[in-house]
């Protein structure tokens, strides 16, 4: 079936550092992905739509300048957390959408930040 | 706005039935799906439902949708310990972003 991997699963950063956490659709191509962020025995939390060769969506109150979101491709996107604080340490999960029937969407294993 | 409901915790013992319930509010929703999440782990797709449907049965689980009351629910048959874990209902909007409930933790007895 199809797959979503994200990477890394685990970094730890200094507080002030940018980290990048790449998802990528294995085997299939996705125009759209999402990223969601969840704290500790929480829902998860739409951060942002991500389209391929445009810009992300953001949602309310999510800073756009702190979550960079490029998706240079149809198999990937990147989220880049910008001058990390601790407050960001977080699980942060990315999805894809097929666009086949079903509009089937795929999430990743997730990638657990934590910022010292 | 959009919001998506459902119970904190089931326990159930080993071999019975689960059922695990979620009601959402957006009648415009194309799509409900059932995620399962395990510790540290991402999300598992387990089945969706097109909102045109009211009953899915997928080996173990079933899906029933009743749109009139916007109710999700879904049955795992003969509960096994294995199934211990986070059920995620969502509905999925016209962009399809996907609107979560709070979780069920599902906790099976042996």
């Known amino acids: 079936g199809a797959v979503v991997s994200q990477h890394p699963s685990r970094v730890i950063c200094k507080s002030g550092t940018s980290v990048k956490i790449e998802c990528r659709s294995l085997?299939?191509?996705?125009?759209?992905m999402f990223w969601y962020r969840q704290f500790p025995k929480q829902s998860l939390m739409l951060m942002a739509t991500s389209n391929e060769g445009s810009k992300a969506t953001y949602e309310q109150g999510v800073e756009k300048d702190k979550f960079l979101i490029n998706h240079a491709s149809l198999t990937l996107s990147t989220l880049t957390v910008t001058s990390a604080h601790p407050e960001d340490s977080s699980f942060y999960i990315c999805?894809?959408?097929?666009?086949?029937?079903?509009?089937?969407?795929?999430f990743g294993e997730g990638s657990w930040l934590t910022v010292v | 706005g959009e919001d998506v409901e459902q119970s904190l915790f089931l326990s159930v013992r080993e071999g019975d039935s689960s059922v695990i319930n979620c009601t959402y509010t957006d009648s415009s929703s194309t799509y409900l799906y059932w995620y399962k999440q395990e510790p540290g782990a991402g999300l598992q797709l387990l089945t969706y439902i097109f909102s045109n449907m009211d009953m899915k049965q997928d080996q173990r689980l079933t899906v029933l949708l009743n749109k009139k009351d916007k109710h999700l629910s879904l049955r795992i048959a003969d509960t096994q310990t294995g199934d211990s874990a986070i059920y995620f209902c969502?509905?999925?909007?016209?962009?399809?972003?996907?609107?979560f409930g709070s979780g069920t933790r599902l906790l099976v007895r042996p």
């Open positions: 085997d299939f191509q996705a125009t759209t």
């Open positions: 969502a509905e999925s909007t016209s962009s399809y972003k996907l609107i």
């Open positions: 999805s894809a959408r097929t666009g086949s029937v079903g509009n089937t969407i795929y």
